[in-house]
């Protein structure tokens, strides 16, 4: 089991950058695929990026491809999401997640995550 907790978030103007981060407590974090998820005011909670245990392969929501670029070091039990090209759609709370999974497997769907981290706030400006 592993316990995540997000950081990074903040306000911002359209155009900027952010990058949010994931500190992983806990055992065996490279035994985990992570996920970057998030939700808006009045919005369900949707996925935004995924990286599997290595690191090798990533999955984007088609909103933000091309502008967010997920990462992993597992060397310090982080997850990074860059956020490049803020818009105000971006705003909402983020959230980490984590789900044991083989090797080079990512998952768009929350029900197949088991940890998840408490949020931090992006908002974005126009």
Request: glycine content about 10%; overall charge positive.
């Given at each position: 089991?592993?316990?995540?907790?997000?950081?990074?978030?903040?306000?911002?103007?359209?155009?900027?950058?952010?990058?949010?981060?994931?500190?992983?407590?806990?055992?065996?974090?490279?035994?985990?695929?992570?996920?970057?998820?998030?939700?808006?005011?009045?919005?369900?909670r949707?996925?935004?990026?995924?990286?599997?245990?290595?690191?090798?392969?990533?999955?984007?929501?088609?909103?933000?491809?091309?502008?967010?670029?997920?990462?992993?070091?597992?060397?310090?039990?982080?997850?990074?999401?860059?956020?490049?090209?803020?818009?105000?759609?971006?705003?909402?709370?983020?959230?980490?997640?984590?789900?044991?999974?083989?090797?080079?497997?990512?998952?768009?769907?929350?029900a197949?995550?088991?940890?998840?981290?408490?949020?931090?706030?992006?908002?974005?400006?126009?």
């Open positions: 089991q592993v316990q995540l907790v997000e950081s990074g978030g903040g306000l911002v103007q359209a155009g900027g950058s952010l990058i949010l981060s994931c500190s992983a407590s806990g055992r065996s974090f490279s035994s985990y695929s992570m996920g970057w998820f998030r939700q808006a005011p009045g919005k369900e949707e996925f935004v990026a995924a990286i599997s245990r290595g690191g090798r392969t990533t999955n984007y929501a088609d909103s933000v491809k091309g502008r967010f670029t997920m990462s992993r070091a597992n060397n310090e039990n982080k997850a990074y999401l860059q956020m490049n090209t803020l818009e105000p759609s971006d705003t909402a709370l983020y959230y980490c997640a984590a789900r044991l999974a083989p090797p080079y497997m990512t998952s768009q769907r929350q197949d995550y088991s940890e998840w981290g408490q949020g931090t706030q992006v908002t974005v400006s126009s």
